[in-house]
């Protein structure tokens, strides 16, 4: 493979596809599988049984598919699989799963994730996320689509974050943030919705005032969430097109461990 620099060192069973690129002193496993176009950084180690799709780009010093951090953890044949088009920078750590929780590490497809960051065991992050420098996820964290998270920031074990929300640079993150919301700070506080970034991604304005109006129920206007919870399933009638907005609400507020933040 004219691709792999001489100076890496992968395992026979390793399964790369012949477009996949190796730079210098990368270290992959036997277990590993890397799909089409995927370009593997100088000093990355890529190791367990970890599953890479195409065209992502791995940059430089990276550990990924590294065991948990979890005393638990003993050995077990527990997975880390990553989608495709990420772009992983310098000294991220991505972690295999424990079989407590399921045994898997998942990163979606077409996310930014940025220098320092850490994924822990069996956290779960969905599609075109932003993670800004630094961002920390403990394990069992789930990151819905479109999250956007601020450098410096952590988040709490079993923390779930809600598809379109932001959380905000240096946040300390221990309760559930529901989708659309812009939270920021320690103690964690909700500053509004994600105008800005609902805007970018053309919801239409009807949609837009959906997500405002849940925003009020939720936190403007002194319910309590099983009373705001009711009103936002009343929103499917005043405003059909923003149905499926409403619903992805119900269900994350009626799924919610953690409580949510305030």
């Known amino acids: 493979m004219s691709n792999i620099h001489p100076t890496a060192i992968v395992a026979d ?9 190796v730079g210098p002193y990368a270290v992959i496993g036997e277990h590993v599988s890397i799909g089409a176009g ?3 950084g100088a000093h990355c180690v890529i190791d ?3 599953t890479i799709g195409a065209d992502n780009r791995i940059f430089q010093f990276n550990s990924i598919g590294a065991i948990p951090q979890d005393k638990k953890y003993a050995g077990e044949p527990t997975e880390l699989v990553i989608g495709d088009r990420n772009t992983i920078r310098e000294f991220c750590t991505l972690n295999l799963g424990v079989p407590q929780a399921g045994g898997i590490t998942t990163v979606g497809d077409d996310n930014w994730i940025m220098a320092y960051t850490h994924i822990a065991h069996d956290c779960h992050v969905g599609n075109h996320t932003t993670l800004a420098n630094n961002t920390t996820l403990a394990g069992h964290v789930h990151l819905g689509d479109w999250v956007t998270v601020g450098g410096l920031t952590g988040i709490h074990q079993f923390v779930k974050v809600g598809a379109h929300a932001m959380v905000g640079f240096a946040s300390a993150v221990s309760q559930d943030v529901p989708p659309f919301m812009l939270v920021d700070g320690n103690p964690l506080a909700v500053r509004g919705y994600n105008v800005v970034g609902l805007r970018r991604r053309g919801f239409s304005p009807e949609r837009i005032a959906a997500v405002k109006q849940m925003h009020k129920l939720i936190y403007r206007q002194g319910l309590t969430l099983e009373a705001a919870r009711a009103a936002i399933a009343a929103l499917v009638q005043s405003a059909p097109q923003a149905s499926e907005d409403a619903a992805m609400m119900e269900r994350f507020l009626a799924d919610a461990t953690r409580g949510i933040a305030r």
């Open 38 to 40: 995927t370009a593997v």
């Open 13 to 21: 069973g390793a399964r790369l596809d012949p477009s996949v690129t």
């Open 48 to 50: 367990g049984r970890t």
